[in-house]
């Protein structure tokens, strides 16, 4: 398996851990973390006009349509620091964008290597939510009390100020949990038929949810 390349899938919940996980593995393994609520976030402070389309649906906690994530997403693989493999975290949330993964890895002449389910009870997913602080210069999460910074409302890695998402708020977050269940749930079934999903505990420590993300992807042949 010398030099194929690396495409992960983390599925879970809001909240789960995902972009902790994916963004730590990321720096371990040289390839990038591909978040498509990042990409949004960032279109949407630069006042993009993908960041308008999606604004309205990010407010609500719906999904963005199908359509505009799947071209923003195969944009983004298509740039060559993609060309040993990527982490995907927050895509597909539908199985149409799952469908269209499968398409756009295979024109590349690549497919999926495992995909990683991340698993947290629905109380744990609430309270990570709602004690969430991001930077808002370099998108390093932290946890009021489960992973806080040395100093707070400033990220311990470039100093830059925290803020909590809009999308994070009690009624927000909970319309966003019931998306997951209703639309990107059914993922789940969907990757074990295929034999790539492989649960981890998520409500582990953040360094244990990482070692177990390593020895699965040690487990399936890396670069
Ligand atoms: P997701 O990308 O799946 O929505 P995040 O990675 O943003 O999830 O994590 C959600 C919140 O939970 C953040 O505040 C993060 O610091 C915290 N968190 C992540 N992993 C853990 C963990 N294993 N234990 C406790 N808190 C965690
Ligand atoms: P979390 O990991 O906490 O669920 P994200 O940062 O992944 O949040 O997503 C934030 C918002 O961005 C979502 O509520 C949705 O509006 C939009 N979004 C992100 N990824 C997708 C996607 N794959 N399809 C549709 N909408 C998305
Ligand atoms: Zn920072």
Not at 86 to 114: N, V, Y
Not at 172 to 184: D, G
């Amino acid at each position: 398996m010398e030099g194929a390349p690396l495409f992960l899938v983390f599925l879970g919940a809001p909240g789960a851990g995902k972009g902790t996980q994916a963004r730590l593995l990321s720096e371990k393994l040289g390839i990038p973390q591909v978040s498509t609520g990042d990409i949004f976030r960032e279109n949407l402070n630069k006042g993009t006009k993908l960041g308008l389309l999606a604004k309205g649906y990010m407010e609500k906690g719906e999904l963005v349509p199908d359509e505009i994530t799947v071209a923003m997403v195969k944009e983004r693989l298509s740039r060559p620091d993609c060309a040993r493999g990527a982490i995907l975290d927050g895509f597909p949330r539908t199985i149409a964008q799952a469908e269209a993964l499968d398409r756009i890895l295979a024109e590349k002449g690549a497919s999926l290597t495992a995909v990683p389910y991340i698993k947290v009870s629905e109380e744990v997913l609430l309270a990570r939510l709602s004690g969430r602080w991001i930077c808002r210069n370099c998108g390093a999460v932290y946890h009021m009390i489960y992973n806080p910074p040395k100093v707070p409302g400033i990220c311990d890695i470039c100093g830059g100020e925290l803020y909590q998402r809009e999308d994070d708020k009690p009624e927000v977050a909970k319309n966003r949990l019931k998306v997951y269940f209703e639309q990107t749930a059914p993922l789940i079934e969907y990757y074990k038929r295929r034999g790539l999903l492989v649960e981890v505990n998520g409500e582990q420590s953040i360094e244990k949810v990482q070692e177990d993300l390593e020895a699965i992807i040690e487990s399936h042949d890396c670069p």
